[in-house]
């Protein structure tokens, strides 16, 4: 192994990003797979002492989650109910010991397109914090993954936190679901989340609707979405679904399922979502 640092503050950090070339470490659930039976050579900089970079917080206009707070954290902490779909994201992501251990900022960094994770931020219109030795820039969550295994993030820049506004209207809630081979410790075959703002008489004033596994990266259906502004949750909803919403998504055929599976998969759980909306109080 090359060198290994592990700064205890942010400006130790900052520094340490333009030094060298280094390889991240947080939770270290996908890198430590990824060295099994290697010689690893890498500088690598573990950023779990740095305490900026972790935890949840909040003021008038956004949540924040630090870059390093781990799925348990964010599966066990009190949110407000639009934060439904993120919380049963993290209950998903792997076992509890992967759970503990793996973090949201490295979710998003591996960039797969089943990553639990950017699915269901993706639906809650969340910001990544940048930061690098010129400082922090902000980018829209689906500006920050650009495709398979692939980010925004530039030579000596990490994943500092992830901002969530907060919604309008009366009341929101937040839904997440998950279609895998089986019912634990699987990859996603398709996912569906949302986050919907509704009025006091229940109509819908703002909705986002998110499909992961489908394509390289996690998916709007604004087109459903439209279909849906104004609507009653205590209507039939399910029929809003159309073959034509799920244009934008480009599933492959692999050895876990079908393309043709996939979307047929993602059209049944959509319409489930909205028959089940009408159960919300």
């Known amino acids: 192994m090359g060198e290994f640092f592990r700064p205890e503050n942010r400006d130790a950090l900052v520094s340490a990003l333009s030094r060298r070339h280094w390889r991240y470490l947080a939770g270290g659930t996908d890198y430590y797979p990824s060295i099994v039976g290697k010689t690893e050579t890498?500088?690598?900089?573990?950023l779990t002492a740095v305490a900026e970079l972790r935890g949840i917080s909040e003021d008038t206009a956004y949540w924040r989650i630090g870059a390093t707070t781990s799925w348990s954290e964010i599966r066990d902490y009190n949110f407000p109910p639009f934060f439904d779909g993120l919380r049963l994201a993290a209950k998903e992501v792997g076992g509890m010991q992967i759970q503990a251990s793996g973090t949201i900022g490295g979710n998003i960094c591996?960039?797969?397109p089943?990553?639990?994770?950017?699915?269901?931020?993706?639906?809650?219109?969340a910001?990544?914090?940048?930061l690098g030795p010129q400082g922090i820039r902000v980018l829209p969550i689906d500006q920050f993954v650009i495709g398979n295994r692939r980010t925004a993030l530039k030579e000596a820049?990490?994943?500092?936190?992830?901002?969530i506004p907060k919604p309008a209207g009366d009341s929101a809630f937040g839904y997440f679901k998950k279609l895998g081979s089986r019912r634990y410790l699987v990859i996603s075959l398709v996912m569906v989340s949302a986050v919907l703002c509704l009025t006091k008489d229940r109509k819908i004033t703002?909705?986002?609707?998110t499909v992961g596994a489908c394509s390289e990266v996690a998916c709007r259906l604004f087109q459903l979405e439209k279909a849906l502004a104004g609507a009653s949750i205590d209507e039939n909803l399910e029929d809003a679904v159309k073959a034509e919403h799920l244009a934008i998504l480009s599933p492959i055929d692999d050895v876990?399922?079908?393309?043709?599976y996939r979307l047929q998969a993602a059209q049944s759980m959509l319409r489930d979502m909205l028959s089940e909306w009408g159960q919300y109080e």
Request: aromatic content about 2%.
């Open 42 to 46: 890498s500088d690598i900089l573990d």
């Open 110 to 112: 591996n960039a797969s």
């Open 114 to 125: 089943a990553a639990d994770g950017v699915t269901a931020l993706l639906a809650l219109d």
């Open 127 to 130: 910001e990544v914090e940048i």
């Open 256 to 260: 876990r399922a079908s393309a043709e």
């Open 206 to 209: 703002d909705v986002r609707i």
């Open 157 to 163: 820049e990490i994943v500092y936190g992830i901002r």
